[in-house]
């Protein structure tokens, strides 16, 4: 007999472990990974409004990576706002950002021609934006897949006993915020669950990031606190881990080592994002392509994603913010050919709000020589760019690039 168990997109509320479902227990009785997550594009900066639907997908995928993640009702909700011309810009980004976090199948719902904003047929903008998506992953199936079946290299503990010990306050909120920052980095991001951590996860790790957590099992403390005494690269908050499942008070302090990076400020997005910097700096490794501003840290609402497949090095890269934005790319690359519209591209560059590239990188030494021997452009601004808690400043003067060749009617 088959079972079909759809969850929904209110895992990361505020006391929703009041309903009982276990995922992690749910994800190895069924061969698929299915959810019900609608986005909301209402956000003070980022253009697709922060990211629900990927944050979903992410968490099963990380519950059982083999299993295949399906949407059973594919959906956003627009701003109020937002011209109907961008609709379809939406429904193309989303698609995209839904596969880079491991989704495989959704189901949209079609609705009626009657000018609704939410349904596929209401709008037609939003239709043409899907099919499009559809047609150019399904063509680029290969490479996305690559993307998909990479190995996590940046964990987040999930912790089931955070998330009941007081209806899941502060630690929810900060899972979501660790999210939010981790995932635009360049590296893949997984979540570690307790059970994953006593079963030796964290060893294949680049990074463990542990958000505001007040609970953890003994087995998985002790674990987490043997990764970090090892010499394991960490992220976490200031704050130790004070209590049992039961919510008895521990009296060991987990360890901090030398290459353990501790967030003072507040727990916002930005911390997280700069933490994994200063993570990579830690490191020593070379440092992943990946977008950054003219002085040389992280650009904040700028997603990129690398890996190598089939000899050929491979960038996907979108701007999430709301105006676009001058990028550079961290490391040797400095040019790629977009497989999505066959453009070349070349870094620095200005990228749109939520369009998508995929770009095959050319290799290192020609791109070198080709930045050496090409001045950067004169409209191009310097300078840091502000963070995006502090909403972008315009860039008027700069035409965004053509992304998408016109689909003839």
């Known amino acids: 007999m088959a079972v079909q168990v759809n969850q929904s997109d209110r895992v990361f509320d ?12 749910v994800a190895r009785f069924t061969d698929i990974g299915g959810c019900t997550a609608v986005q909301s594009l209402a956000h003070p900066y980022l253009a697709l409004g922060y990211p629900t639907q990927s944050l979903n997908y ?7 990576r083999d299993a295949p993640v399906f949407n059973t009702w594919d959906s956003f909700v627009p701003d109020e706002n937002v011209p109907a011309s961008f609709l379809g810009v939406a429904a193309y980004a989303l698609a995209w950002e839904g596969a880079m976090a491991g989704l495989n199948a959704a189901t949209a719902p079609l609705g009626k021609p009657d000018g609704s904003s939410q349904t596929l047929l209401g709008r037609p903008q939003r239709l043409e934006g899907y099919a499009r998506a559809c047609l150019d992953l399904n063509r680029l199936a290969p490479v996305v897949a690559a993307f998909q079946s990479a190995g996590p290299e940046v964990g987040i503990l999930w912790s089931l006993s955070s998330k009941i010990f007081d209806e899941g306050i502060p630690y929810l909120e900060s899972v979501k915020h660790a999210y939010e920052g981790c995932h635009t980095f360049g590296f893949s991001v997984a979540f570690v669950t307790e059970q994953d951590c006593i079963n030796g996860a964290l060893r294949d790790l680049r990074i463990l990031v542990l958000p505001e957590a007040p609970s953890v099992s003994d087995e998985a403390f002790a674990v987490i606190d043997a990764y970090i005494a090892e010499g394991g690269i960490t992220i976490r908050q200031g704050k130790p881990i004070p209590y049992n499942p039961r919510g008895l008070a521990r009296h060991e ?12 400020g507040e727990d916002w997005p930005t911390e997280y994002l700069h933490a994994l910097d200063a993570a990579c700096e830690l490191e020593g490794a070379p440092p992943v392509p990946r977008a950054i501003n003219a002085s040389g ?8 994603r690398f890996v190598e497949h089939d000899g050929d090095a491979f960038l996907y890269a979108i701007n999430l913010r ?13 040019s790629g050919v977009d497989m999505i519209g066959g453009n070349e591209v070349h870094f620095p560059t200005v990228m749109a709000p939520a369009e998508p590239v995929l770009l095959r990188l050319d290799p290192p030494d020609v791109a070198l020589v080709a ?3 090409t001045p950067l452009d004169a409209e191009l601004p310097l300078g840091v760019v502000e963070p995006i808690q502090q909403e972008a400043p315009k860039v008027q003067s700069i035409k965004p690039p053509v992304r998408h060749q016109e689909i003839k009617r």
């Open 14 to 25: 505020a006391g929703e472990s009041a309903f009982g479902l276990n995922r992690e227990t």
């Open 371 to 373: 930045e050496s021997d």
């Open 322 to 334: 709301k105006e676009p934005v001058p990028v550079y790319l961290a490391g040797s690359y400095r």
């Open 253 to 264: 302090s987990l360890s901090i080592s030398a290459r353990t990076i501790l967030i003072r």
């Open 297 to 304: 840290y992280p650009l904040e609402g700028v997603k990129t």
């Open 58 to 64: 992410t968490l099963l995928r990380s519950l059982d």
